[in-house]
C-alpha cells in the first residue's frame, strides 16, 4: 500500500517514511529492497565502497560513478526481468570530504537509473537522507529534520528456496542474494 502513495521511478527525500516500513513495502510488493547505510562514510570513496558493499557489487565494480550506474542498470538487466527496486542511501555525508557537489552527482545517478528504469516500465524508487553533525569534536550524526533515534538494524538477508529457484530472475540465471550481486552471473556468461 505504501509504495501506491509514491510515484515510481523517483529520487526522493526519506522525509516521513521509516526504513521498516519501505523494507515490508517492497517485500509485499515483490520487490528488490537495497539499503546503504552510508553513517560512516565521510568521503566519494567511502560512499561508493559502501553502496558496492551493501549492493553485494561485483569484486570487478570501479568504485566510480560510472560503474555504479552500469551496475545499477545494464549489468541487471542483462539478467531478465525484474520486479522493480526501493533503494535507501540512509545518512548521506555533509562534510567538505563529500560536499553538496558531490552528493547532487551521487543523486543524478540514481535519477538516471530511475529513469532507465522508467523506459522499460520498472520501478525504482530511491529514498535518502541526510547526516548533519551534532557537534563537531564528537563526530556524531544524525538525521535531517528528523529526532536522533538508534540507526535500524540493517535488513536481513532473504533466504532462498531450496530448490534454487530465484523469483526475482529468470530460470537460466545463477541464483544471487541481490540484484546487483552479478559476479555469479557474469562469470557463467
Known sequence: MLLQTVRPNIVQSIRAYRVDELMQAAE?????????DLSTAQSKQEVL????????FPMHFGKNLDALFDC?????????????FVVVLEQLPDNPRFDREAREQLLDVFRDAADFWAERKIAFRCFYSFAVARSAEAGNWERTGEPAVSAPEKPAAKTVPKNGANPNFGMNM???????????WLNAA
Open 28 to 36: 509485499n510488493a515483490g520487490q528488490h529492497f537495497l539499503y546503504a
Open 49 to 56: 565502497d559502501k553502496i558496492a558493499e551493501s549492493f553485494l
Open 72 to 84: 545499477m542498470t545494464d549489468l541487471v538487466h542483462k539478467a531478465g526481468a525484474q520486479p522493480g
Open 174 to 184: 545463477p541464483l544471487m542474494s541481490s540484484a546487483f550481486d552479478t559476479a555469479m
